[in-house]
């Protein structure tokens, strides 16, 4: 895959997004999911491919949350494969510090998961704070 250099603008502010949003922050994986999967299914590239890295994070919390450690480190493996193609901000978020912030999970993953870290990776809105 190239790297993404350009993307149209993601509203984050309202509807699906936002609703996925607030839910991920909640800890509400499964449902934040559902809010984006809906935005993702009409999205064409290179934002389609972005947005599935972000339902790929929320997917992975959803099934380290049902036990499955295993398929949460492969889906943020696979989550970060796409935002690592991202400039430091693409659709309105600030991809850097989530990147960062998924490697230090993947790491803990990896050791076990009697360590993990205290919060799930941040995703930090640049043209919105809430």
């Not at 430091?88 to 978020?93: K, P, Y």
Request: charged content about 20%.
């Amino acid at each position: 895959m190239a790297a993404y250099s350009e993307s149209m603008p993601l509203d984050w502010t309202s509807g699906p997004l936002a609703g996925g949003l607030r839910c991920y922050r909640s800890a509400e994986f499964f449902l934040a999911h559902e809010h984006w999967e809906s935005v993702w299914l009409q999205l064409e590239e290179p934002e389609k491919s972005f947005l599935q890295a972000l339902i790929q994070t929320a997917a992975a919390f959803h099934h380290l949350n049902a036990g499955n450690a295993a398929g949460a480190a492969s889906l943020l493996r696979r989550s970060l494969r796409r935002l690592e193609l991202c400039p430091a901000v693409f659709g309105g978020i600030a991809t850097g510090p989530l990147c960062a912030e998924i490697h230090e999970w993947l790491q803990a993953l990896e050791r076990g998961t009697d360590h993990l870290p205290a919060k799930v990776p941040d995703i930090v809105l640049t043209n919105y704070q809430p």
